[in-house]
Nanobody, 121 residues
Framework: VQLQASGGGVVQAGGSLRLSCLASERLYSGYVWGWFRQAPGKEREFVAH????????ELADSVMDRFIVSRDNAKNTIYLQLNSLKLEDTGVYYCAAAPVVSRAIAHYHYWGQGTQVTVSS
């Protein structure tokens, strides 16, 4: 399984972006798909995940009221809608897949290459 993340860019604070993650083959039932981010000089952190059919999603407290995670299995794609962006949202955003519902990086077996999000003042 290969994942291709896209949609990053430079946006002013308060703006929006939509990230996409395309899988190279059909997403498997039971896989949880997640988004993580890594700011310069910081560790990679959990942002959001969504289960197989999109019925259950979880977001980090820092983004809960601003970001939306979703998936379209017919298109082998998951999305992360970023709204009301803040300077501290700047970082490389990664999509990943795990066989269990988890926020732990170690549980995610497949990773995309990352897409840069830069929020400017």
């Amino acid at each position: 399984v290969q994942l291709q993340a896209s949609g990053g860019g430079v946006v002013q604070a308060g703006g929006s972006l939509r990230l996409s993650c395309l899988a190279s083959e059909r997403l498997y039932s039971g896989y949880v798909w997640g988004w993580f981010r890594q700011a310069p000089g910081k560790e990679r952190e959990f942002v959001a995940h969504v289960n197989w059919d999109g019925s259950r999603a979880e977001l980090a407290d820092s983004v809960m009221d601003r970001f939306i995670v979703s998936r379209d299995n017919a298109k082998n794609t998951i999305y992360l809608q970023l709204n009301s962006l803040k300077l501290e949202d700047t970082g490389v955003y990664y999509c990943a897949a795990a066989p269990v519902v988890s926020r732990a990086i170690a549980h995610y077996h497949y990773w995309g290459q990352g897409t840069q999000v830069t929020v400017s003042s």
